[in-house]
């Protein structure tokens, strides 16, 4: 990886890795034990980034929201890589009905902003983590799908595609060991820019009351609740709000920088 | 150019069919019965019977789609359960706020943002290009609900320059708009200087600079208006965008538009209203693209119809 801010990208998110991975020994105090003593407080040498509110500890409170970010963006690009790249391959190699059928669906998800969706789905399921990775994953899949199909129908009638036909090979075999390592590389960017925008969405969800639930610490939530006490304490929202930009910019950062390694053409 | 009309509308019906049966479905996607979950489960037999019987939840479902449907047609999008005002109406005060929102911040991001773009293509690896790129990044990853608040604290707050929130003066739009308007100036921004880079190279563009025209008469009169179209897609797809985005700016300065209806109407459970907020978000989704399609192959001709 030759660009500097690609680099960047790649440190920003290897930190968040390690962060949300080691939490609960990271986190200096309990995220959730209240101390109404210090409610509003500053940062300090106990407290790094201050209290909430509820005189919880900031800085636990952030380590153990990268946790969860991070865990429900890996898992929605995981689950949505996953089943978007292969309903993508079958549509592209079937052609006729089924891409067409295909191609509508994926239309009909398109036709609606993917936030709204997720609000509308969101305002009937409830708020829950598990509801938050079941409404991203019903749309996330169309990008990865319509991704993969593209790719697979020009790859489909490439001469080693048709080799691999004319002897004998299976259907199944061709489209994951032949068609798929060929788009690995625009998978894997998609997932990059993927993992930035289901950051920024579960946060925007939690903000608006629909995504991780109250007691559950989550960088949006966060927000939203220091906005109720923006005059009083201004640091209980911009801190947050600084580590949702660094992740999303990290995300799209790596995202760039493996768009230019990997496929150069699409530059 | 009419054909073509034509054939994007019939291909936005079933769209629009799909999308309201995705939002039919919903209701019916609660677990539990939204009754109880609307009432409580304390709530009295009648009360109960009452309100399925005017939510329509005692048909059968069947029944209760095409009579869904049959009510988006004829314009009876069902009563809110709060006030028993009819949802048109509550959608018909609220629509024009998120209107005029929605439209400054298109406003403000296309006058920031393809200045800004021009210049950076033109003076490429420059300072100013720099300076451009990294804002415009910050810009795409900076999120709207930090925004606001950091803009409420600076201008508002520190500075006292603007109102915090409300629609009481012209200049509550300003905030607003910049929130929601931010990440699309910022992809605005590069789409434009991208797109310009790529036109500045070509042919027409060196032979009118031969022709000794003014440098401002090349970029502008030629070259931009080459660059320009790809741009002209993008912000027309993305103003179905700002509908929904909207919704975050509006929760934060308390602005009253479709955004803080369907927010509020969630928190009181009252799924009619909701139902009616998000449909009319997406039908405009819908037909904005429509606009801009065809307005793409008006600006175009190259564009075969």
Avoid at chain 1, 209 to 222: E, F, R, T, Y
Wanted: some cysteine.
């Amino acid at each position: 990886m030759k660009s500097v801010t690609a680099k960047a990208g790649l440190i920003i998110v290897a930190i968040l890795v390690l962060v949300a991975i080691f939490a609960p020994h990271l986190a200096p105090q309990d995220p959730g034990a209240y101390n109404l003593d210090l409610a509003f407080a500053g940062p300090s040498r106990q407290h790094w980034l201050g209290n909430d509110a509820d005189g919880r500890d900031m800085l636990s409170r952030m380590i153990m929201g990268a946790r969860v970010s991070l865990g429900i963006s890996v898992g929605v690009v995981g689950i949505t890589l996953i089943i978007g790249s292969l309903m993508g391959i079958v549509a592209g190699w079937c052609g006729g009905v089924v891409d067409r059928a295909f191609s509508f669906v994926c239309d009909v998800f398109l036709a609606f902003p993917g936030f709204l969706f997720a609000i509308a789905v969101a305002a009937f399921l409830g708020p829950s983590v598990v509801n938050v990775v079941i409404i991203l994953c019903i749309r996330g899949w169309v990008t990865f799908a319509r991704l993969t199909r593209g790719q697979t129908l020009s790859l489909k009638e490439r001469e080693f595609v048709q080799a691999g036909r004319s002897i004998g090979v299976r259907t199944p075999r061709i489209l994951v060991r032949h068609l798929l390592p060929n788009m690995i590389g625009p998978i894997v960017v998609n997932a990059s820019f993927g993992m930035a925008g289901v950051i920024m969405i579960e946060s925007s969800l939690s903000f608006l009351g629909l995504g991780v639930p109250v007691d559950v610490p989550s960088w949006g939530g966060m927000i939203d609740q220091g906005t109720q006490f923006l005059l009083v304490a201004p640091h209980l929202s911009i801190i947050p709000g600084i580590a949702i930009m660094l992740v999303v910019l990290g995300f799209n950062l790596l995202g760039d920088g493996l768009r230019d390694m990997l496929a150069p053409r699409g530059r | 150019m009419f054909n073509y009309v034509i054939k994007r509308l019939f291909t936005a019906i079933p769209v629009l069919l799909a999308v309201s049966t995705i939002v039919f479905f919903l209701i019916h996607a609660i677990p539990g019965d939204p009754v109880d979950l609307i009432l409580g489960e304390q709530a009295i037999a009648a009360d109960r019977v009452e309100l399925a019987r005017e939510m329509g939840l005692d048909r059968p479902v069947a029944e209760q789609y095409v009579k869904f449907l049959g009510g988006l047609v004829t314009g009876n999008w069902g009563r809110s359960i709060f006030d028993k005002r009819p949802v048109t109406e509550l959608i018909g005060e609220r629509w024009s706020a998120t209107f005029w929102l929605a439209l400054c911040a298109m406003l403000v991001a296309v006058a920031a943002a393809i200045p800004a773009g021009v210049f950076a293509a033109v003076r490429k690896g420059s300072v100013w290009d720099q300076l451009t790129m990294t804002a415009s990044l910050i810009g795409i990853s900076v999120p709207s609900f930090w925004l606001g608040p950091v803009l409420i604290l600076l201008f508002s707050v520190e500075l006292g320059w603007l109102p915090i929130s409300g629609r009481d003066s012209p200049h509550s739009l300003i905030l607003p708009a910049i929130t929601l308007g931010a990440a699309l100036a910022a992809m605005i921004a590069r789409l434009t200087r991208s797109s310009m880079i790529e036109e500045i190279k070509r042919e027409y563009v060196t032979t009118a600079r031969s022709k000794g025209l003014s440098e401002n008469s090349v970029i502008f009169k030629h070259a931009l208006r080459n660059a320009i179209n790809p741009v002209i897609t993008i912000v027309g797809l993305q103003v179905g965008a700002l509908l929904a985005g909207a919704i975050i700016a509006e929760k934060i300065f308390s602005w009253p538009g479709l955004g803080s209806l369907l927010m509020e109407s969630i928190a009181r459970r009252d799924y009619p209203v909701v139902q009616g907020c998000i449909l009319a978000i997406s039908f405009a989704y819908v037909v904005v693209n429509l606009v801009t399609d065809c307005l793409y192959r008006v600006a175009d001709p190259r564009v075969k119809l």
